[in-house]
């Protein structure tokens, strides 16, 4: 198959949804596709990398989104698959590029849209908490609207595909995957936790991007409760964003570590695997890669029970509701458990989802639409 890629709000530090498209990519030229991915950059550029043929376009930076690019120039992505001619194209975005899904199917290229995110998550944060009626509504349009201009909707999770499902698309369900090997208890490190904290006191680690979807406060605010009942812990922000300066200060005469953006993939690796417990916030998070990865590390997690990540963690984590004291308590409960039990539960429960099952189950996925198109 020759597989387009759409993505934008995709740079240096996207995090999942960058892992997620180099993963898929990789996968699919494993298995003898064509890739092409188009993505948005400071300048125009052409790339030819493992996970496929990478196209930046210079894009705008969306004001107030931390750096994040958006492409303009549907015209520059038209030509690129007219030149291309994909079979398949996977679009993993909401705004602009969500248009080129009729513009594809009418020249007979299979559509998928890949939902990485709730919209009703993303306007209750951005409006914070007022005007309900009007986040429902307009949740509500726009997913009548996504689901018109694509032959499949593809979400990670039951929870990231629900508003969709609600206006009646038909939703497949296809959870993301994590490198096992990269990410495995063996890179646990007694030097890298020592340098973080004693051996005697608990090392948590926070893996998000700082931003106010991503509620990094809440991950400090249970730090805090924890101080406040005299339980020693040492808490690793590893990630950078707009609150990123408020974050620093908030922490202030706190046991918290800012490490800011990790790019050493190694690097990062050891520290999930050195930790005592990872800590995901985010109440709209629709997958949580970070928090699987550190699973697949050996470290157990506490989440938001509002999110998704429950339905990812399952046993090998806690999930609470957000709140500094209740997250607090799951951190708790968390490192009383036996170690050793709690780590192995935490990557059996990871081998549940390597890569390879996502791609196999995406290129069936594919397979099945093409088929019937024809």
């Given at each position: 198959m020759r597989i387009a890629q759409l993505a934008n709000f995709y740079g240096p530090r996207s995090g999942g949804l960058r892992t997620a498209l180099q993963a898929l990519g990789r996968g699919y030229v494993g298995a003898g596709d064509e890739v092409l991915l188009v993505v948005p950059g400071g300048s125009d550029s052409v790339a030819e990398t493992p996970h496929g043929s990478v196209v930046t376009l210079h894009s705008p930076v969306l004001p107030h989104s931390g750096g994040y690019r958006v492409i303009t120039?549907?015209?520059?992505?038209?030509?690129?698959?007219?030149?291309?001619s994909p079979d398949v194209l996977e679009v993993s975005d909401r705004t602009t590029l969500a248009h080129l899904g009729p513009w594809a199917r009418e020249r007979g290229t299979a559509t998928a849209f890949l939902a990485h995110e709730r919209v009703s998550g993303v306007l209750d944060t951005a409006l914070r908490g007022r005007a309900a009626g009007s986040v429902a509504r307009l949740t509500e349009a726009h997913s009548r609207w996504i689901a018109r201009r694509f032959d499949t909707v593809v979400a990670t999770t039951a929870y990231a595909g629900a508003e969709l499902a609600a206006v009646g698309a038909r939703v497949e369900t296809v959870p993301l995957g994590v490198d096992l090997d990269r990410f495995h208890p063996r890179h646990a490190d007694a030097a890298t936790r020592r340098r973080h904290a004693p051996?005697?006191?608990?090392?948590?680690?926070?893996?998000?991007?700082?931003?106010?979807?991503?509620?990094?406060?809440?991950?400090?605010?249970?730090?805090?409760?924890l101080a406040?009942?005299?339980?020693?812990?040492?808490?690793?922000?590893?990630?950078?964003?707009?609150?990123?300066?408020?974050?620093?200060?908030?922490?202030?005469?706190?046991?918290?570590?800012a490490l800011g953006f990790v790019d050493d993939r190694d690097r990062f690796a050891s520290l999930?695997?050195?930790?005592?417990?990872?800590?995901?916030?985010?109440p709209i998070e629709t997958f949580g890669l970070a928090a699987l990865e550190?699973?697949?590390?050996?470290?157990?997690?506490?989440?938001?029970?509002?999110?998704?990540?429950?339905?990812?963690?399952?046993?090998?984590?806690?999930?609470?509701?957000?709140?500094?004291?209740?997250?607090?308590?799951?951190?708790?409960?968390?490192?009383?458990?036996?170690?050793?039990?709690?780590?192995?539960?935490?990557?059996?429960?990871?081998?549940?989802?390597?890569?390879?099952?996502?791609?196999?189950?995406?290129?069936?996925?594919?397979?099945r639409t093409l088929t019937g198109a024809r």
């Open positions: 120039r549907l015209g520059a992505v038209m030509d690129l698959l007219s030149a291309f051996d005697d006191v608990p090392l948590l680690v926070m893996a998000s991007r700082l931003s106010r979807e991503k509620r990094p406060d809440l991950a400090i605010d249970a730090v805090r409760e406040r009942r005299g339980r020693p812990v040492r808490l690793v922000v590893a990630g950078s964003g707009p609150l990123e300066g408020r974050m620093r200060r908030m922490a202030a005469n706190l046991p918290v570590e999930l695997a050195s930790a005592d417990a990872v800590l995901a916030p985010g550190a699973l697949a590390s050996g470290t157990p997690t506490v989440v938001n029970a509002a999110s998704a990540l429950p339905e990812v963690v399952g046993d090998a984590g806690l999930a609470a509701e957000g709140t500094p004291g209740a997250f607090a308590d799951a951190i708790e409960t968390l490192l009383a458990r036996d170690g050793r039990e709690r780590r192995l539960d935490a990557r059996a429960r990871a081998v549940q989802l390597p890569w390879s099952s996502t791609v196999s189950r995406m290129r069936e996925i594919h397979a």
